[in-house]
């Protein structure tokens, strides 16, 4: 066999297969425009917003141009950076009391059949019943407006927990239930081995649509709260600015809240991604 032969297995070895190749683009592709595309599409609405500002030569207190935003937005910082503190402070207090109380119900519920049946109703009448409706009779009863706003936060981020968490430890396998129970486990050690992690997915699911919800919760309750001072969150910025007809003002207090929502679900979805990437069908990337 001369050494030309021997090096041909060696050659074909190394062959690259061409489905490897277009797997492989097609990846780096898709990685790619997911950062790309979006950038894009936010690029091209603030030119547009800016050329319709320019083109009909719109006044400030009607339409403001992404400029003017921006320099409200580091002129007005020190104001607009308490405001979003005192925000974030709400949002972040009423979604973890939510995780606390929503899981811990979750639990109950699928511990007593009769404690389900008893509450769960009231869990669905305050999650279809408008904050808005709400929020005034609370700021009524509750003479500290921190606690009345976490309160109407809390409310609205409270249901998404509870409903999905209670559904994801319900929904552990049966087979996988018949064996714990074969073996005797403890009623305890049924939830800690085999419903908590069967529920985890769900939580999380839950935890991503409650962290907006907070958000929304928070600052509805201070539109309806109404009250300025150093401890005045961003709605009321809002109010305040378009009370004055500081509109450059409002949409920097716009830009801040919407920001800050999508931090927090990217925050949220990432605790999700790290939580399941290992082990879960919905985070487990596999080859197409």
């Given amino acids: 066999m001369t050494a030309i032969e021997q090096d041909a297995p060696a050659t074909a070895d190394l062959a690259v297969d061409p489905e490897e190749l277009a797997r492989a683009r097609r990846n780096r592709n898709e990685k790619i425009g997911q950062w790309v595309l979006p950038a ?41 950076s308490d405001s979003l503190l005192v925000t974030l402070r709400i949002t972040m207090g009423a979604l973890f009391i939510a995780i606390v109380g929503g899981v811990g119900l979750a639990v109950l519920f699928t511990q007593s059949r009769w404690v389900e049946m008893s509450f769960f109703p009231y869990a669905v009448i305050l999650q279809v019943t408008p904050i808005v409706a709400i929020a005034p009779l609370i700021f009524i009863y509750v003479d500290n407006r921190m ?50 992690p069967s529920a985890l997915p769900y939580f999380l699911g839950g935890l991503r649509i409650a962290g907006g919800l907070s958000l929304i919760g928070a600052v509805v309750a201070e539109y309806v709260a109404g009250t300025g001072g150093n401890a005045s969150g961003l709605a009321f910025r809002i109010l305040e600015a378009s009370y004055r007809l ?4 409002m949409f920097a207090a716009l830009l801040l809240i919407a920001l800050t929502g999508v931090i927090i679900f990217a925050i949220l979805s990432l605790v999700s991604h790290l939580s399941l990437r290992k082990w879960h069908e919905s985070a487990l990337k596999r080859e197409t």
């Fill in 147 to 196: 606690v009345g706003l976490l309160i109407c936060a809390w409310i609205v981020a409270f249901f998404p927990i509870l409903s999905n968490t209670t559904l994801g430890l319900n929904s552990a396998d049966h087979n996988l239930r018949d064996l714990f129970k074969v073996y005797g486990a403890t009623r305890w050690q049924k939830l800690r081995y085999l419903q908590l």
């Fill in 246 to 249: 500081n509109i450059p003002r």
């Fill in 40 to 80: 894009l599409v936010v690029i091209v609405t603030i030119f547009v917003w800016d050329r319709i500002v320019a083109v009909n030569e719109l006044p400030h207190y009607i339409l403001p141009g992404p400029g003017l935003v921006v320099e409200a937005l580091i002129e007005d910082w020190g104001m607009l």
